[in-house]
């Protein structure tokens, strides 16, 4: 069951005419799917591209290498490349792109340490970053990425 901000997002999105898709990869699929389990789903949702892996990032969605390289596949840069490539695939109102470490083994530092997540929006062409560092299971940092997504959204 989606989260009430999540709920109350769709709704607003649903009143306003709005669609959204997603470009993710810490949520590997978790945003769309919780926006799916709204009764506002059919309205709003567009579609979604899971991009967990970096190779999926370059071959995909075709991000740069050595932007990936430079600056790491869970990063801002990726994000805000994830977020404007999306644009270009799905058509939407909004587009969201997610990165991040949901777990170790990426590429966390005592700067970046697992919890951190990469959000990028675009609203109708205004765009807008979030980084976060959260604390708890995978599926904690996954579900507060989730609501992290849904923040900067209308909400009523």
Do not use: W
Request: hydrophobic share 45%.
């Amino acid at each position: 069951m989606p989260s009430n901000l999540i709920a109350s997002c769709a709704r607003a999105l649903q009143e306003r005419g709005l669609t959204i898709a997603f470009a993710e990869s810490v949520t590997a699929g978790r945003l769309a799917a919780e926006f799916s389990m709204t009764e506002f789903s059919g309205a709003i949702l567009k579609g979604g591209l899971v991009c967990y892996d970096a190779e999926v990032k370059k071959q995909l969605l075709g991000i740069d290498r050595t932007v990936i390289k430079r600056f790491t596949p869970e990063s801002e840069e990726v994000t805000r490349e994830l977020t404007s490539r999306l644009k270009g695939l799905i058509n939407s109102d909004i587009q969201v792109g997610i990165t991040g470490l949901a777990t170790p083994g990426g590429s966390e530092t005592a700067q970046k340490p697992v919890g951190t997540i990469f959000l990028h929006l675009l609203i109708m062409g205004k765009s807008i970053a979030v980084s976060e560092v959260f604390e708890g299971t995978p599926e904690q940092i996954v579900l507060l990425a989730a609501d992290l997504a849904a923040k900067p959204l209308p909400t009523n």
